[in-house]
């Protein structure tokens, strides 16, 4: 079985690839108990034989607050992945696990959607963008039977997001069940944890390749010629998927002990010292570094007691809505139509849990949800989206779960809304 899951019979003296052996093995400590510095300085004059030069970007790291010892034995052992952390230009090179994303569509006869009319300065973006992936090597040019349109998406700062439009793709993609983790669990394994550390995978799907036999699939159009994708692009239904697979397989045995992996963010926790959050992170950096992939440090942090992961603000204490992402629930404006109410009440769901009785809250304005209802926004409207603005303006803390201890469970429900409690 391969790292995507799948089965297959090789014939026989088929190479299946080359060995190289590194020019430095590290041996993870094994983690019990309590670290102090002295142990882990000893276990890393141990593996790291040389003194490494400092990062080129070592002054734009970020670290947490610490004693100066425990930031020496930090920033000796980054010191030692300069590949990983230092920034490169154009995209980082594809992983070395031999993984690969595949489209697969049975007997589909190929897809051709004619390219979108775009304005003088949207040809000039896609231009660039066209050019620069070229020269970067995440596509090349094509003559393949398949071809999608290019879509502009504008972000919130201003800037551009050059993308393809593959909701047909996707359509007669087989479905890859793979499933992504549920944040709810991934939040409620913390419990105790003292110390973080957030990893951000540089261009991440940009470092798994498409399958040769697959890259016409991906193919889209613009005014200078038809492109097909090296890399993996975004968009595509399965890529998720695979990227997760990818993941897991890299960072088995460590993941919900001592990380947590959702796509390409990757956060070390630790429930005792720095050094021992040290080694912790040296058996992830390890891990990612013999896979081949790329960080960008400049999205991670080390050894943090305050984190921001997947919308939440996370600490010793426990974790609560990312205020940045409250600000948008408060400032939303009142809805004027059932568009409006939909994506109030989607941006308000994603922190349910830390409003109690939220669907009875709710209530009042998922009602215009329904199927023939009229739509009247009234008083019990404008007081349930002011109460819910209300109560995450408050960014309520929620502990994280004991599973230690016994748990009391309270539930309730009524015509609106089932909840339970402990």
Known sequence: MDLVGRTSKLPSREKLGTWTPTNEDMTIMEVTGEFDQAR?????????HDENAPLSNEGDLKLGTMEQEDKELLLRLLRHYPKLLEPRDGCPPQTTLGVSHE???GSEPPIKVRPRRHSHSEQAIIDEQTDKMLVDGVIEEANGAWWF??????KKDGSVRFCIDYRLLNAITKKDVYPLPRIDDTLDNLHGAKRFTSLDLHAGYWQVPV??????KTGFITRKGLFRFVRMPFGLANAPGTFQRMMDAV????????CLVYLDDVIIFSRGSVAQHVVQLAAVLERLAGAGLSLKASKCSFASEKLNYLGHELDGAGVRPMSSLVESVKNFPTPTDVTEVKRFVHMAGYYRRFVSDFAAKAAPMT????????WRWGDSQKEAFECLKKALTERPLLAYPDFSRPFRLVTDASQVGLASQS
Not at 42 to 47: A, F, I, N, S
Not at 149 to 154: A, E, G, K, Y
Not at 211 to 216: H, L, M, P, Q, S
Not at 251 to 258: F, P, V, Y
């Open 103 to 105: 489209i697969h569509t």
């Open 211 to 216: 399958a040769e036999k697959d890259r016409d």
């Open 149 to 154: 349109p290019v879509v502009l998406v504008r």
């Open 251 to 258: 960072l088995r045995g460590l993941t919900w002990q001592s």
């Open 40 to 48: 882990v300085k000893q276990w890393l004059e141990t593996q790291l």
């Open 367 to 374: 009602k215009l949800l329904r199927k023939g209802v009229v």
